[in-house]
DNA sequence: CTGAAAGCGCTTACAG
DNA sequence: CTGAAAGCGCTTACAG
């Protein structure tokens, strides 16, 4: 906990202006929150003082008096991934319209750094915690480090280990199921039937949810998934572009995939462009979260929009409106996801 | 100034905790803070009830008590650019393991924003501040928004107007001019005379100083620029494949392009596959920044590697440093960038 | 409309 | 080794 911090320089306070002034601290700080109970020529005579001396409000000792926050922490588990960054530029917006300041805490998928970084966080006291967990945290540990009390907002992947009754977390998710559902049934109205699964992390929430989504999908057309069909890899290109041997090897090769995300489909075609194959020609694949690059791939990527910036200030809208109602119910929110459809990326299968 | 902020839940402090173990909040304070001076006996027992109790440890009462800060403010000018992203999760690291809060700001490239965001933020009293400005916010607004006291580290872009003698920032700027430098080199050597210079904002510092790379390594080699070889475009994808037909109908084509960044060449490199043209073959380019789009993008792009994480590291170390040392003279790092060849993107001319 | 006093949750000399 | 007292920079009743 003690940790090395750095010495403050002098600076200007209620005190100093008050005195220049000729009146007291109670005055001063009337004016600065604009309270209507001050004499006008006061106010201008104080105003024109904390210009001239360049006043700096010191937020933390006014929270510290009013029992207030006026932060939001914010720990995403990969700030280099586009899509939380666009999230996170999504929640800055709409806490900073609120008066509010966001704690950045970044965990790069460890759950021990979230751990840290959440003890951290939580001594700056913050409104609330928007959490998007590195995989593998757990519900227990987080609790532990934020108490029962935090305002806590779950994005996009559940929690290890259940809520505790009394500390219900709102989540926000994406409705991953129907999304790959959308992908899947694309796929199977263009003709294709030998459709796999590819990549990401079969036990994590959204690798869960996709799966099914998928799997659910073609029950409903009565297509058969081989055991073969359904590959893992880490949600990234470049393991993704190592997996793809396992796929591609394949006696019988699926003429699609539906993929785990974009990141991973992006892999697939980098591993298929080396071994001569061309994607979408030679097999059909679909991605999810419309990152920049599924439009600009060659061919152009069918895909599942997000929209992360429009989920982050969404995030930060839940959490603003909880703060205000700490008891009531945890609330769980999920968004639906949009089709792109990119046609080079899924043409009917060959034969 | 005045801005509606959320009340706290009761919470447990160190004098619960004192009264619990029969001491003093004194010793409590010391247990907390490590010292040797406390009896191992009630070092124990007041650390089993700070477990038991769920303490929280208040640092902003410490850090007013202390007149010390444990935060260091983050402004960035597009968090969605993945660029600064990077650059984030980089100054968070070495932030976070230095036992500082990163106080995140986003000013969506409007000096008007980041004037709010900096007042906003200072209130919160960081340590210091790294800013990469918005384009157009001037040196005298940004310091009144902050004081002249407040440690300041200015990244990849200078401000308009002077540092006042009395408030020098250090500045850390990647070496634009020299990396700009390397790729036209590449492209001459590899055959071509008859480049442009593609996208970007020429009054931008990076504009100019790439720019005045491009034009000086032109001149080293003794060959012209005509002026219709100079054209200006926003620095991101979608305005560069706007500006892209200006350069494209010119009556004598370049076969090269140095490009300001790479979202710029992929932009050009968009607009020229709707031509029909191919990029690489049709006209040779070049970017910079190196994103993850420019390895997989075909032709793969020949750019300057920038390594913005690293650079977030470095940034952060740099003002953690000058947190000692308020009054040192500023300091200028610059940084090389690397040239990262894929010939694709780069042949000689056609004939 | 303005001021004197108490207090938010900590830490820091200073006694003992 | 432990405790009583003062104080960081604010705000909030309460008097006047």
């Known amino acids: 906990m003690p940790l090395s911090h750095a010495p403050l320089r002098r600076k200007v306070t209620l005190i100093d202006i008050a005195a220049a002034c000729g009146v007291s601290r109670a005055t001063v ?66 806490v900073g319209a609120a008066g509010f300041v966001t704690l950045l805490g970044s965990t790069g998928e460890s759950a021990e750094r979230q751990q840290a970084v959440l003890g951290s966080l939580v001594e700056h006291n913050p409104g609330g915690v928007i959490l998007s967990p590195a995989e593998g945290s757990e519900a227990a540990r987080v609790m532990d480090a934020l108490g029962p009390q935090m305002p806590l907002l779950m994005f996009n992947r559940e929690l290890e280990g259940e809520a505790p009754a009394s500390a219900p977390w709102d989540t926000l998710m994406l409705d991953n199921a129907r999304g790959i559902g959308l992908a899947t049934e694309h796929l199977i109205a263009r003709g294709h039937r030998r459709i796999a699964f590819f990549g990401g992390h079969a036990r994590s929430t959204p690798g869960q949810q996709r799966r099914a989504g998928f799997l659910a999908a073609m029950k409903r057309a009565k297509l058969e998934v081989p055991s073969g069909f ?59 979260d419309d990152i920049d690059e599924a439009a600009l791939a060659s061919p ?51 034969a």
């Open 230 to 288: 359904l590959v893992e890899s880490a949600p990234n290109r470049l393991d993704a572009a190592r997996a793809s041997a396992v796929l591609l090897d394949l006696r019988t090769r699926p003429t699609a995939a539906v993929c785990y995300n974009d990141a991973v489909a992006l892999g697939l075609m980098l591993a298929m462009g080396r071994r001569g194959m061309r994607p979408g020609r030679d097999l059909a694949l679909t991605g999810f």
């Open 29 to 94: 700080s009337l004016v600065l929150r604009g309270s209507p109970l001050v004499n006008r020529d006061t106010r201008a005579r104080v105003q024109a003082e904390l210009q001239r001396q360049g006043y700096i409000y010191n937020r933390a000792a006014a929270n510290l008096r009013r029992r207030t926050t006026s932060s939001i922490a914010l720990v995403v588990n990969d700030l280099g991934n586009p899509f939380f960054a666009e999230f996170a530029a999504g929640v800055d917006e709409v």
């Open 300 to 350: 152009g990527l069918t895909t599942l929009a997000t929209a992360p910036r429009e989920r982050g200030r969404q995030a930060a809208r839940l959490l603003l409106a909880r703060l205000g109602h700490p008891h009531e119910p945890g609330q769980r929110t999920t968004v639906p996801v949009e089709l792109v459809i990119r046609e080079s990326s899924c043409p009917p299968p060959a």
